[in-house]
Nanobody, 122 residues
């Protein structure tokens, strides 16, 4: 059984909205922070947003004000609401969990989903 599984990616136009979901096992999600990262073929995995177990939120400067991270601890599910998307948001988006507070460092994350492609066209 996969520990984390993303869904909701797809092809959208610039300025549109898109929501991603991350379904986790209870063991993976409980008392852990959840982060979203993205990666393109030419870039390293990039921090997008993270949310602590208690709901504290953190964002990369490039998405602050456009993306919103949230979680439903009862459902072991995390979300990334993307608004006013831009072509530079095109990437494979991954969710991951960590029990550290180094939220923006992908090496601190223990479990990863398989990724979901988001493509933003002009």
């Amino acid at each position: 059984q996969a520990q984390l599984a993303e869904s909701g990616g797809g092809l959208v136009q610039e300025g549109d909205s898109l929501s991603l979901s991350c379904a986790a096992t209870a063991r993976t999600f409980t008392r852990a922070a959840m982060g979203w990262f993205r990666q393109t073929p030419v870039n390293e995995r990039e921090f997008v947003a993270a949310i602590g177990w208690s709901g504290d939120e953190y964002y990369a400067d490039s998405v602050r004000g456009r993306f919103t991270i949230s979680r439903d601890n009862a459902k072991n599910t995390g979300y990334l609401q993307m608004k006013s998307v831009k072509p530079e948001d095109t990437a494979v988006y991954y969710c991951a969990t960590t029990r550290t507070n180094h939220y923006n460092d992908y090496v601190e994350y223990d479990y990863w989903g398989q990724g979901t492609q988001v493509t933003v066209s002009l």
